[in-house]
Structures are given as C-alpha cells and as structure tokens.
C-alpha cells in the first residue's frame, strides 16, 4: 500500500501520523499478521535537512571569517554577525506568517540569504568609517551623515532585488509550490536586511565603532592554518 501527501502537508508530520495509527492499530491485527515500513521518506528529509543545517552553520561561519579579514576590525565585524541573525530570524516568523515550513527549499533560501543580507550591513559600515576618515568626526556624527546619504540607496537596492523574487511568488502549479516558498524566504529576509541596515546597524555602529583613522594600525596576523581551512572550505 503506497501513501501520498496532500497538497500543502507536512511530509513529516503525515509520516509521524502514519506510524502512530499502524502502532494503534497493530494491537487489533489478527494472530500472524503484521505490518512493515519498506520505504520512510523521512529518514532522507531528516537527513537532508541536517545537511543543509551543517551548511547553513558554515556559511555564517564564513561569511564571519570573510568580514573580519576585510575589514581587519572586530568591532566592524561584529555588527554584521549580529545584523546577520536579526535578519533570518525575521524571516522566520514572515515563513510562519505565509503558512509555510521549514523544509529543504526554505533552508536553501536561507543559506543563499546570508550572503546578501550582509551586503547592508556591510554597506554601512564601510560608509561610516570612510566618512570618519574623510572629515575627522566621531561615530554618532558619521553614522548621522552617512545615513542622510545612503538610506535610499539601500532602499534602491533592496526594491531592485525584491523585484526579482517577487514574480516568481505568482508561479502555478506543483512546480510553483515550490519556487513560491523561495522566493519569499528570499525577498522577506532582503527586505528585512533592509530594515535592520536602516536601524539596527547604524545603531550599533555608533555604539562600537571607534575613530582610529590617522592612528598607528595593529597589523592582524592571521594564522595560516584558519586561511587554509577557509580556501578548503569555499573549495
């Protein structure tokens, strides 16, 4: 006997339903009869879906490693980790808004999201330390300035990559099922990103960032050993 889900189930939880019903109704079988599970689909979404979660964890682990050798300053690069996470868990909550799950396809969408929703991040810190640099002001001051002048970039920039995913949401069909749900994983954590770049980031840049512009730099030695497990880990 093959069983198939409904349109918009949960394969996980129809298997989980599944099993505990043969479970209850084992104790009725007749003498001599008994029930066997050839093929669980389960065990390859739960794998799956562990592998994309090892995936996710190592993207944000290189994103990190990225940022901080880049820009070569902790405190820069903490505001990104921390913008970074605000973002997916927003998505979160838009993925539950929309009636969605947690499934491959979302998982996938968030990975691809973390290396664009800490582009705004990014954006602003290099606009704030390049406006200290420039006019010798404190943090607070940049911050005021660079978003005076930036915020509808990234307001530009964050309506031209919606633009993208949003008409892919309107697709029909099985097939559309699924680009839908990664397109508005995708365009709910862009705009969030957005959001949290016009707020969250400029706050903290404020509160961490320091003007060392003009002073002696501590030169960052990084170890071979971190730059070689990260060439292998992009590989």
Do not use: C
């Amino acid at each position: 006997m093959v069983l198939k889900q409904n349109y918009g189930s949960n394969a996980n939880d129809v298997i989980k339903d599944v099993k505990a019903k043969l479970a209850e109704m084992k104790g009725n079988f007749p003498p001599g009869v008994d029930y066997k599970i050839s093929y669980d689909v389960s065990q390859f979404l739960d794998a799956s879906i562990e592998q994309v979660m090892h995936t996710l964890r190592d993207a944000f682990i290189l994103v990190a490693i990225v940022v901080f050798i880049f820009l070569g300053d902790w405190r820069s690069t903490l505001i990104p980790i921390i913008a970074v996470p605000v973002s997916l868990i927003g998505t979160f909550f838009v993925i539950q808004w929309f009636g969605m799950s947690i499934n491959l396809v979302t998982l996938f969408a968030l990975v691809l999201a973390i290396g664009i929703v800490v582009d705004n991040a990014i954006v602003v810190i290099e606009a704030v330390h390049a406006k200290m640099e420039e006019s010798a002001i404190s943090p607070y001051n940049a911050v005021k300035e660079v978003m005076a002048e930036i915020a509808g970039a990234i307001i530009a920039i964050t309506a031209v990559m919606v633009a993208v995913f949003i008409p892919i949401s309107f697709m029909t069909g099985p097939v559309g099922t699924f680009y839908r749900q990664f397109s508005i994983t995708m365009a709910s954590s862009i705009v969030i990103s957005a959001v949290v770049a016009l707020t969250l980031t400029p706050v903290l840049a404020a509160m961490l960032l320091k003007n060392n512009h003009g002073k002696p730099q501590k030169q960052i030695y990084l170890p071979k050993l971190l730059i070689r497990l990260t060439a292998l880990s992009i590989g």
